[in-house]
């Protein structure tokens, strides 16, 4: 099972793209999207820094092979906040590509984390646990 939070989303998504057979399950919390360096905020735009290195988006994005299709691989999206409260053109963005993350597999669901910020496993880790262990039970 693949855990992959923000930017390790996309690692996530990488891996799964590359390795489709070694895949039980796969947890993406508020994970970034392919394309968000050209599609989201103008901060984004610019050169990715992830733990101290600088992160090539476009290959990035590319390592992703436009999604992957996970087939009925199970799949839980957990999306930090109220969809409700989102009214920034950006909030509304962020809600639309984790609602498109979610349809990556055929067997999949779409929480959200409504009183928690960005960092999920922080805020609520409650939900994370919940969904972690959910992937397991349909992994078994």
């Known amino acids: 099972m693949l855990v992959g939070h923000s930017y390790a989303g996309l690692v996530v998504r990488a891996f799964a793209a590359a390795n489709p057979d ?3 399950g796969v947890l993406l919390l508020d994970a970034v ?11 984004y735009a610019g050169p990715w820094h992830e733990g101290g290195t600088l992160i090539s988006m476009g290959a990035s994005e590319r390592a992703t092979a436009g999604g992957p299709d996970l087939g009925s ?4 999206v957990i999306t930090a906040g109220d969809p409700r409260e989102a009214t ?7 809600n639309v590509e984790q609602s498109r993350a979610a349809r990556l597999s055929s067997n999949s669901q779409h929480w959200y984390a409504k009183d928690s910020g960005h960092v999920i496993q922080q805020d609520d880790p409650a939900i994370v646990t919940k969904a972690v262990a959910a992937l397991l039970a349909s992994a078994r």
Not at 33 to 43: A, D, E, Q, W
Not at 88 to 94: I, M, N
């Open 33 to 43: 999207y392919p394309g968000i360096h050209r599609t989201f905020l103008p901060s």
């Open 88 to 94: 920034s053109w950006a909030d509304r963005k962020w």
């Open 22 to 24: 070694d895949l039980a």
């Open 73 to 76: 691989t199970p799949l839980i």
